[in-house]
């Protein structure tokens, strides 16, 4: 065999390990775009530490489910929650509640997403919020009820700005949703999931 023909098919091998790196990079790097009337917030979804956390939280944004919905909640210095109202504050139609995730040991640190829960570990649907700071109270601690923690599953890459902003307002009472209600909505007005990400934005948020 000649030294060319040895040369290119060390190439071929090459170009289709590459090829393969790309792939699994790419599938590897989800995005969800939030569109709101605040502006956009950009997460990157922890699917390899999360899997069960962002299948249902994918199940939500491709079915539409949460269009026109609304961030209900602003607790100030802590979280901002939405995922579970529409505009005339009705909770939205939910899925089955998933199996916590919180011992991935991924923690809440500012900028992350979480799953909303009830009192039960295993009882997430589809709220969500996002820490405005470190909230290491809210992480794995052990296996009761209480101490299980709120499972991470996402980043804010793009539009922290926008999540202060909405914590930034002010807040009253609204009956059977609480006392931390944004005085003027918070319309998540779409979720996007971005498939395949252009090269701008895995250089940016895929990293």
């Known amino acids: 065999m000649s030294i060319n023909r040895i040369t290119i098919g060390l190439l071929f091998l090459l170009l289709v390990f590459l090829s393969a790196e790309l792939k699994a990079e790419s599938k590897s790097c989800q995005l969800v775009l939030l569109i709101t009337n605040y502006g956009e917030i950009t997460l990157r ?19 539409g489910r949460f269009d026109g919905t609304l961030f209900h ?19 939205i139609e939910t899925l089955e509640p998933i199996i916590n995730e919180a011992k991935n040991g991924v923690l809440n640190l500012r900028g992350r997403v979480a799953m909303a829960r009830y009192t039960s570990k295993d009882s997430a649907d589809s709220q969500f919020f996002i820490n405005l700071k470190d909230n290491s109270h809210l992480d794995h601690r052990n296996d009761t009820n209480l101490g299980f923690g709120y499972a991470v599953f996402a980043e804010v890459v793009s539009g922290m700005e926008v999540v202060d902003e909405i914590a930034r307002l002010p807040v009253g009472e609204v009956s059977d949703v609480g006392d931390q209600v944004p005085a003027y909505p918070v319309i998540l007005q779409e979720a996007q999931f971005i498939k395949n990400p252009k090269a701008s934005e895995s250089a940016l948020f895929c990293q």
Not at 45 to 63: G, K, R
């Open 73 to 91: 909640r602003v607790a100030k210095d802590h979280v901002i929650q939405g995922g579970g109202y529409d505009k005339q504050m009705q909770p």
């Open 45 to 63: 979804l922890m699917n390899e530490a999360a899997p069960i956390t962002t299948a249902n939280f994918l199940n939500y944004v491709e079915s």
